[in-house]
């Protein structure tokens, strides 16, 4: 079994998706920012109700066959940055101090927030694959789909031929020598005063 640590942290591959997922995150962030200090136009696109006839407030393109609404709406991108940025740092300072439970959270709300159809599956999947590593940690002693498949395997034959089934890394643990316990060493013997026999009077 790997230990607390291992399964609660983060290893140096995972910080380091982690980071660049921030900073992708911030970037974004950036991308909203510009939008709401230019007052760019929203674009919203549907699909065509019956008959090829678009809701209220939308028109049809020809090109795409889907309908469209354009609006400005500055304050929809002023919310997009600051969460967005919130989230990005969020991540960033979660995955600087290896934290695995605040790195997954925080991406899997930043892949909600951002529509997981959208811009957000990357973030979403890669909490998700955060918490798969952690379940592999914790089961297996491997992060690694071959590792943990491996390890599953091995405890699977075990259970059908009836013997205790263990994680390789706890297998491998025990083949270590054990020094046996140390054994105080005996107190000295303790010399006894005995009074010297008076002799009789004759």
Same mark, same amino acid.
């Given at each position: 079994m790997a230990s607390r640590e291992a399964v609660l942290g983060l290893d140096t591959l995972e910080r380091k998706l982690s980071v660049t997922l921030a900073l992708i995150a911030l970037g974004f962030g950036i991308f909203f $920012?510009?939008?709401?200090?230019?007052?760019?136009?929203?674009?919203?696109?549907?699909?065509?109700?019956?008959?090829?006839?678009?809701?209220?407030?939308?028109?049809?393109?020809?090109?795409s066959g889907l309908c469209q609404q354009s609006s400005y709406d500055r304050g929809a991108w002023?919310?997009?940055?600051?969460?967005?940025?919130?989230?990005?740092?969020?991540?960033?300072?979660?995955?600087?101090?290896?934290?695995?439970?605040?790195? !997954?959270?925080?991406?899997?709300?930043?892949?909600? $927030?951002?529509?997981? !159809?959208?811009?957000?599956v990357v973030f979403f999947f890669f909490g998700a694959w955060l918490m798969l590593r952690a379940y592999r940690l914790q089961k297996y002693g491997d992060a690694t789909w071959k590792g943990s498949n491996r390890v599953a395997r091995e405890m699977a034959a075990a259970r059908r031929e009836g013997r205790a089934a263990r994680p390789a890394a706890a297998a491998a643990s025990s083949t270590e020598v054990v020094a046996p316990p140390r054994t105080a060493a005996p107190p000295p013997p303790s010399k006894r005063y005995t009074p010297k026999k008076q002799s009789r009077r004759r």
């Open positions: $920012f510009v939008q709401w200090a230019t007052n760019a136009k929203i674009v919203k696109t549907a699909k065509p109700l019956v008959h090829n006839k678009c809701a209220h407030g939308y028109r049809i393109v020809a090109s002023l919310l997009q940055f600051i969460v967005v940025i919130v989230l990005g740092l969020a991540i960033l300072y979660t995955a600087w101090r290896k934290k695995r439970a605040g790195v !997954a959270t925080f991406a899997l709300l930043l892949g909600l $927030f951002l529509g997981v !159809a959208g811009l957000g």
